[in-house]
Structure formats: C-alpha cells, structure tokens
C-alpha cells in the first residue's frame, strides 16, 4: 500500500486508486464491529489519532518570497509537507486538515486569480500541492472571499448556491471537503458551504490483549470564518450571504453531526484568541467556542499566532487557556502559525467501548512542530523541502515570476520602511499619493458634493519587522517592477474614502502612536521605543500639507502635538475626505467611531496595490525629492537621561542616514533576539 494508505486514515476520496484493498479492509472492520455479539468484544481497545494542522498557508507553496525574487526557507507548504509526512509515519491513525486563508496572499495567487485567470478544469496551484499529501478537509478563511464568489465557486468545483454564481459549474476544485457553518446563502437560507461532513475512517487501534486490532470510526468536521468577512469584502459579499457567531453555528450543527453517528467532533475555527466578552460578530471566538458541547479538539488561526506557545512568555495569557496542557478550557487546541512556518499535532487519546468511541481529553496533547530550528552552534536550521511539490506547480510559478518582473518605472533612491518608526517616509509617501490622487479624481468626476473637501491620506508601514530582519519592504534604486509595487503596498486591501474633521484625524492619529512606549525622561536605562502595537496599524500623513509631532513621553492618547493644516491649527470641525483602506475603513473603530464603515463615502473596486501599480505607470521617474522625502511628522524634543533604543534591518544606518535621519545611531550590528536585526537608539533631544 502507498504510504498515505499506510501513514494515515483511510479516506474515501482516495478509494479509486485502491479499491479493493480498502474496501475488503473497512468491510471486515464494520462486520467486526456490528457482528452477532460482536459489538463488545473489543471494548477497552484504545487508538491515537493525530490531528494535522495547516493554517493560514497564504498560498506559499513554495519557500519564495515573489517579492525579492528569492529563496527564502523560512516558510512554505513544501517543508511544512515533509512534516505531514513524518507526522504520518510516527502516527498509526491521522487526519490531515487545513484552516482557511490557503488561497490568497502571494504573486503567485494573484496571478492565477486575476491576472491570467486559471480555466476551469485547472486546479489552483495552492490545491494541486495539497492534493500530494491528500488532505481530509478545510474551512474558508476571511481571504478566501477576496476574489468574490464567483472565482470562489469555481476553485472550490462549484455548488455554491447565491446570487451572482453559477451553481451548475462543475470544476476541478479543491480535492477534499470544505466545510463552513456560519456563513448563510441569502438567496437559499442555509450554509454556503455544507456547514460539517462526517468522514468514515477505520483506526488502527490496540486491544487490551495488546495486540492490533482495526475498528470504524465516525469524525466529525464543521468549519467556522471570522464574520469580518461582511466588512472586509462588502462589496462582494453584501446582500448575497451572512453570518452568525461561531458559538450559534456550533451549538445548532455539533448535536445534528452527533445525532449522525460522530464518534468525535473536530472544530477548525479560522479565529483564535480574544478575552472580550462573546459577540456573534467577534473575529476570535476561540475561547467561546470550546465550551459549546460535544467539540473534542479545535484548531485555530487568523492571528497568525502560535499555540501552544512555549516561549517563555507566552502569548494568549487568559483564562482557560493552558499552554502547557495544550488545552482551551479544556479542550485540544492548536494554532499553527502562518505560511506553513509550523504544524500543529494535536493526538487524541481514544477510547473504545464497543459501540464508539470516546476522547480522553486529560491523556490527549498538543504541539506545534516548526520547519524552523536551532543547532548546537545557534545557526538556523530548515527542514528539507517534500521533492514531490514544486514540480507540480512548476510552470504557474515561472509564469508568475515573469509577470512580476514586468517594468513599470524607475527609482533613484532606495525605497524601504527600515526607520518608518523613526520618521522616513521612502516607502509610504508613494502609496499615499497614489491613494489620494485616486480618490480626488473620483471625487471630482462622480461626487460632487463632496468636491470642496480637501482629500489627504493615510497609510502605514506594513512591513516592520515583526517576521525577523527581511520583513520589511526594502525597494532597491534602479528599475521599479510590479513585484516592488507589491513590496510597497503588501495586502490585496481596496481603497475606500471616508469623511472625518480635524478632530476626528488628531484622534485618529493618537491611536495610531500606540505604536510607541511611553518612554520616562529620567530613566538612565535602556528604554524600548516600539510597542506591541503592530507597525501595520501605524498610520501616518506624508504630506507638507499636514503637520505633527508625537510626543513619546507621554501616555496614550495624549501624544499628538502641534497638529496643523497648511500651516495653521487644524480646526476640529473642519471637514476632510481621507483616502485609506477598506480595513481600516470598516474595522477601525478602536482608532475613531467613524472607522467602523459609517465614515464611508466611497468603497471602491480597485486594490490599493494596483491603485499603486498605476500611479507609478503614470508617473515613472520616481525620485527622492518628489515622492519620497515629505514628512509629515516628527518626534517632539525630549531629553532623556538614558538610550531609547528600537530594532531594524542589519547594518542599515546608511539608510536612515539618506533619509536625513541624523538622530540615529547604529549601538549594535546584531540586537541578540536571533532574528537578524540590529540595534539602533534615536536621540529624541534632536
């Protein structure tokens, strides 16, 4: 038998290949099993099933960074399937699911959905890799509605009853079930996708004579999205589904696949870990959901976190949640991480009374196994990429690589967020002209009323370092290509307005300075200038047109400084149109109230990336002085006793020092948190 027969359950959608084997092998199990006084003659037996976990995957099926055009072995499908592999030849019973967000996230994905379209009968390439390890079943994440339902319909083969899809579309699909129970069709009422599916497998399990012994079993899935999705893609989305809340879904569909015959019940929630009171609108109800009766393991993701985490400090530190145990309340948990970086094992200790079977969740475990180590010396280690997967998608990935390739101007200078922190705007002043030049020309030509409102922009830095020293966007002087643009604007956003008042913007502008510590004056020693607060969520102006300062030594909410307008005062009440993206639009509200998709006036079709792709286009000579120098603010003088330091690239003090940075200083080449950055200090008294 192949080693996917050997290595894991044996799954129906791989009978074809094995008929007859197969076949005789369940047969004899569930005559065993449902004999004439047969049914206890096993009971005691025991088994161990390993649930497999990908998360999050982000269509890295290989360990390419389309961005740099280069290797990068950190991440990717390829190695994390040479863990699904030796997950498969440690375990005798395993489950092999995915979480959502598989879809979206590279070139690579971009091309195949809307650059050159992938034909019906074509799998996408993210599932054709997958189809090599033969996965049992995955969820939707809240990137898989990036594309709109149709694109949506055909990758998944097609079924998807709603308004604006053709349900008779038969495709090639993704190969194994999806499963999602809290988004409903409006046009039929019930789930998009069949909310659960019961998978009929037969365990490798041990009797208590010892010996092996094969038995059924019947594993329930149900699948669970972040309801974000009704905003983050509202305008393919509204008026076609909805949702509910992860724990309604649950509770109404967990007895249903019980009442079915589910031995045991696998919860993938694409959401993780929040300790705010439940809400049916929550984005991670994890913690709620693992009380609703009946789910014996649940995997998790959307945060792009891990757990268990074995850090020292641990992440997720809230109640119920047991990172030693690999439990929330109680329940087997794991959260692998993001772009096949990790695989998460959760084994499930069963027991069996004869008839079914039971978890002992108190003998059961969790863990994440990363592609990623240490050696004796300290140096990286990585696993070897599965040979099997790239020749799959060998010609959409050269062809993807071209595109990306394709010229579209020319730089003179070097365009990164490497000291966006500190105040050089290089590799943001660009997507905020892009942004408003868009948005004011629509406004002139198709909202009228809006025409006297003077149009700025927002934006942030979307890489700054929170994956190690290569995760900032780090554009080189010379020719200006479409993978650069992708570099300078990172996520598939759309580009929406929204109608604030000077107010509202000095508000708006607070929040976003939660990316800073509050920073004593009198300490003598070493205070960090960076936060928690994702560098992401740090919005700022790049225009002369607004003026600030952020004044870090005080505390939250009382930081924004000398806010002005064309040189004057900012008037609270004066109205503008901000350009920014349909995130921050629509789930913004912990910045400001209007941030929660009231403040809109405009949400437009097109992608901030492409919006960017354009604007260079149109303008092809990208200099310094012209799109890269205007900075809108400043930290406000303060003199403090010690060093305020922060983390960037390796060696990059060249590059602050072009952005006419003279205010920092490299202290040391490597900052010791192994991931390959250095330390700089910023002298706040300049």
């Not at 008929?19 to 199990?29: D, E, I, N, Q, Y």
């Not at 998608?393 to 200078?413: L, M, N, R, S, W």
């Not at 995130?583 to 941030?595: C, E, H, M, N, Q």
């Not at 006036?601 to 799109?627: G, Q």
Request: with cysteine; charged share 20%; aromatic share 8%.
């Amino acid at each position: 038998m192949s080693e996917r027969t050997q290595g894991s359950l044996i799954s129906p959608s791989h009978v074809s290949r094995r008929v007859a084997t197969l076949g005789l092998v369940a047969l004899a199990a569930s005559l065993a099993a449902c004999g004439s006084g047969s049914d206890n003659t096993n009971a005691g037996a025991t088994a161990t099933l390993a649930v497999l976990e990908t998360t999050d995957l982000h269509f890295n099926v290989r360990s390419y960074d389309y961005f740099k055009l280069a290797e990068d072995k950190s991440y990717g499908f390829e190695r994390t399937a040479t863990l699904v592999r030796a997950a498969r030849k440690e375990f005798a019973n395993t489950l092999l699911v995915d979480n959502g967000d598989t879809i979206q996230g590279t070139a690579l994905a971009d091309y195949e959905a809307t650059i050159s379209p992938i034909p019906c009968t074509q799998q996408l390439s993210m599932y054709k890799a997958m189809g090599a390890l033969g996965f049992d079943a995955g969820t939707l994440g809240n990137h898989e509605f990036n594309y709109g339902l149709p694109f949506l319909n055909q990758v998944l083969g097609g079924g998807l009853e709603v308004d604006g899809v053709d349900a008779s579309k038969k495709c090639a699909g993704a190969g194994f079930p999806m499963v999602l129970a809290n988004v409903i069709s409006n046009k039929t009422k019930k789930p998009l996708v069949q909310p659960y599916t019961v998978l009929e497998r037969t365990l490798v399990a041990k009797g208590t004579d010892g010996k092996e012994v094969k038995l059924p079993i019947k594993i329930g899935v149900i699948g669970f999205t972040t309801p974000g999705i009704m905003n983050w893609d509202k305008r393919y989305l509204e008026g076609k589904v909805s949702t509910e809340g992860a724990v309604e879904a649950a509770t109404k569909y967990v007895p249903e696949l019980r009442a079915k015959g589910a031995d045991i019940v696998v919860a993938l929630l694409h959401g993780g870990l929040d300790g705010a009171a439940y809400s049916p609108t929550m984005e991670n109800p994890g913690l709620h959901l693992s009380k609703v009766a009946g789910i014996d393991a649940m995997v998790m993701g959307h945060q792009h976190g891990v757990f268990p985490d074995t850090a020292a400090t641990p992440g997720f530190n809230l109640p119920g949640v047991d990172h030693k145990a690999g439990t929330v309340n109680g329940v087997p948990a794991v959260m692998a991480s993001s772009w096949g970086k990790s695989l998460g094992v959760v084994q499930l200790a069963l027991q069996w009374d004869g008839v079914k079977w039971a978890v002992n969740k108190s003998a059961s475990k969790s863990e994440l196994r990363n592609i990623q180590s240490k050696n004796a010396a300290g140096a990286n280690v990585y696993v070897d990429a599965d040979p099997a997967v790239a020749p799959l998608i060998e010609p959409q990935h050269q062809a993807a690589i071209q595109y990306v390739k394709t010229p579209i101007g020319q730089t003179d200078f070097r365009m990164s967020t490497l000291f966006a922190d500190v105040g050089d705007p290089g590799a943001i002043q660009i997507v905020n002209q892009a942004q408003q030049a868009y948005v004011a020309a629509y406004i002139k030509a198709s909202l009228p009323q809006y025409a006297a409102l003077p149009v700025l922009s927002v934006s942030a830095p979307f890489k700054s370092g929170f994956q190690g020293g290569a995760d900032y966007t780090d554009v080189a002087v010379g020719p200006l290509a479409i993978n650069n643009a992708a570099d300078l604007y990172l996520y598939p956003n759309t580009v929406y307005a929204v109608k604030v008042n000077g107010g509202d913007i000095k508000n708006w502008l607070e929040a976003a300075a939660k990316r800073f510590n509050q920073i004593d004056p009198a300490k003598t020693t070493e205070q960090q200038l960076i936060s928690s607060f994702p560098g992401y969520n740090f919005d700022m102006f790049t225009t002369a047109d607004v003026q600030y300062e952020i004044d870090v030594t005080q505390p939250v909410g009382s930081r924004i400084k000398k806010l002005s307008y064309l040189g004057k005062p900012i008037d609270v009440a004066q109205e503008f149109v901000i350009a920014t993206n349909n995130y921050r639009a629509t789930s913004g509200k912990s910045f400001i109230d209007k941030l929660d998709g009231s403040g809109t006036i405009w949400a437009s079709p097109d992608a901030n990336r492409d919006v960017v792709i354009d604007y260079i286009r149109k303008n092809p000579a990208v200099t310094r002085a012209a799109h890269g120098a205007a900075k809108s603010w400043r930290f406000a003088k303060a003199t403090v006793a010690g060093p305020v330091v922060f983390s960037s690239g390796a060696n990059a003090l060249a590059v602050a020092q072009a952005a006419g940075l003279a205010n920092v200083t490299l202290l040391a080449a490597d900052d010791g948190s192994g991931k390959g950055v250095s330390k700089y200090a910023v002298d706040l008294s300049k």
